[in-house]
């Protein structure tokens, strides 16, 4: 035994002076040299997986199912957990494509979140000019099919680890339905899913890599009817009252309003019902809006005119309105601690390298869209100081993050051109999307890994995250009970 214990020190030592050569990332005490090789073997074991990762991210591309209708993604993914040992629940917080798995016991509970939902009308072929695979079918637009199988990918790399008594704790993946519409994670973090985690990490496909600093929007969801009396339109239409005018007379507001707000505010809506023949003055009209701020704050106030504007408008128009909130979500609570963390390992594992073909198909592309032609950016970018407020964009992972500290990472999967478009969905399902996936996947893992090893890490994420939400109390835009679930 005493042998095999000077045995193992000389390996430490020659570990910890090898590491002497490699940037400030680690110590060079023998602890650190544990913690590396750790790593190497998370991500030794996403690479071994190369081909099944890329396999199952190609299956869910082609599913391209929309937000609660994930039925086909969903099941691959949680039946690829349950083959690698994951205990999973399936249908959780009330929605049929959710579902958790989970290894290991004890603390640290350290939980990744995976996406897999499509975007309506984007159908796309793999080729840089707009070619869709199905007229008006669904499309990869944002990524989530990379989303899923990376955060599944590293959780597997974690949960060989912990099998192999190298780590200790538990490891949750989070299958989470519904990002494009209808905020699942919301309902999944009202139901107290994520409560008992230590730390949560995500990641999101994008056209550059860093780890992310900057926030997201807060959003709110509702829809506006209004409802009239119908009547002939030109025999007795001061019978009538006209729905329709409520409408116009909400949405004229709410441009009137668009003077007077922040300019982080945004404010969008489709006419969902506008009558059915102009020879009936129309008895029922319905407008479905989002509008988002940079703080949830800020948006309450906008919320709270909008409503006032609706009254409003059916007042004008001598009809009833009914204004009901459908979803929401908080901005992302940023974890600079996290981001730090995420950013080393980052830069551990360094930049995505592109073929000449990759590059070209990226330049296509850009031609196609008219966008400059810079081709793919696979560099890290460095850590930046976090914008007083976030670009446009919302995410649910927003509300995850005021519960549990969130760590959240950017890959690149696509150039830059049109998001939650064609080229996303092309891009997502070649080698290009791939590389990043592989990427994000091994990123994760290897910041997991330090999140199981290094209580201190945990500790100062946890100590930032526990200052940033004194006295908050977390309260869901989402209505009680399950979702509304799609009809088939
Ligand atoms: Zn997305």
Not at 155 to 180: D, M, S
């Amino acid at each position: 035994m005493k042998e095999r214990a000077n045995y193992m020190k000389t390996i430490l030592r020659c570990l910890a002076l090898s590491l002497l050569t490699a940037p400030s990332l680690f110590s060079s005490s023998p602890v650190a040299a544990i913690e590396i090789k750790n790593k190497e073997e998370a991500v030794a074991s996403i690479e071994k997986r190369k081909a099944e990762m890329i396999k199952l991210s190609d299956q869910i591309w082609a599913f391209a199912e929309t937000a609660l209708r994930e039925h086909k993604s969903s099941e691959a993914l949680s039946r690829y957990a349950g083959q690698q040992g994951f205990n999973v629940e399936r249908g959780v917080a009330g929605m049929p494509t959710a579902f958790v798995a989970t290894y290991g016991q004890g603390r640290p509970v350290i939980g990744i979140l995976g996406e897999f939902d499509a975007l309506p009308g984007i159908s796309q072929k793999v080729s840089p000019v707009k070619e869709p695979l199905e007229a008006g079918a669904p499309g990869h637009g944002c990524g989530h099919n990379l989303f899923g199988v990376a955060s599944l990918g590293a959780a597997i790399a974690i949960k060989e680890l912990i099998a192999a008594g190298k780590l200790k704790g538990t490891i949750r993946f989070y299958g989470t339905p519904a990002e494009e519409a209808g905020s699942g994670k919301a309902y999944m973090t009202r139901d107290g899913l994520f409560k008992d985690l230590d730390v949560c990490l995500a990641w999101h496909p994008a056209t550059e890599t860093q780890a992310d600093v900057d926030s997201t929007q807060a959003l709110v969801d509702f829809i506006v009817e209004f409802k009239g009396k119908a009547a002939h339109a030109a025999l007795d239409p001061w019978n009538g009252r006209s729905a329709v005018d409520g409408l116009e007379a909400f949405t004229h507001g709410v441009e009137m309003l668009r003077e007077h707000v922040k300019p982080t505010v945004r404010m969008h809506y489709v006419i969902v019902k506008g009558g059915d023949v102009p020879n009936v003055v129309p008895e029922y009209a319905k407008v479905w809006c989002w509008a988002r701020d940079s703080k949830r704050a800020g948006m309450e106030v906008v919320l709270q005119r909008l409503r006032e504007i609706a009254d409003g408008a059916a007042r004008i128009a001598g009809v009833e309105s009914k204004f009901t909130i459908q979803s929401g979500c908080y901005e992302i609570l940023v974890n600079l601690a996290g981001a730090k963390l995420l950013q080393q390992n980052l830069e551990w594992l360094g930049p995505i390298k592109y073929t000449e073909q990759e590059q070209e198909f990226a330049r296509a592309i850009q031609r196609a869209t008219g966008t400059e032609q810079k081709g793919l950016n696979g560099e890290i970018r460095p850590l930046k100081a976090p914008a007083p407020d976030p670009p446009g964009g919302s995410t649910d992972v927003g509300d995850v993050s005021w519960v549990v500290p969130t760590l959240h990472l950017s890959v690149t999967t696509a150039p830059e051109s049109a998001w939650h478009a064609w080229p996303v969905v092309a891009c997502g399902g070649m080698s290009i999307g791939h590389k990043g996936m592989m990427l994000a996947s091994k990123t994760l893992a290897a910041t997991m890994v330090d999140l199981f090893e290094d209580a201190k890490a945990r500790e100062a994420i946890q100590a930032e995250f526990n200052a940033k939400t004194k006295g908050f109390v977390y309260k869901p835009y989402v209505a009680d009970g399950p979702p509304p679930l799609p009809k088939e």
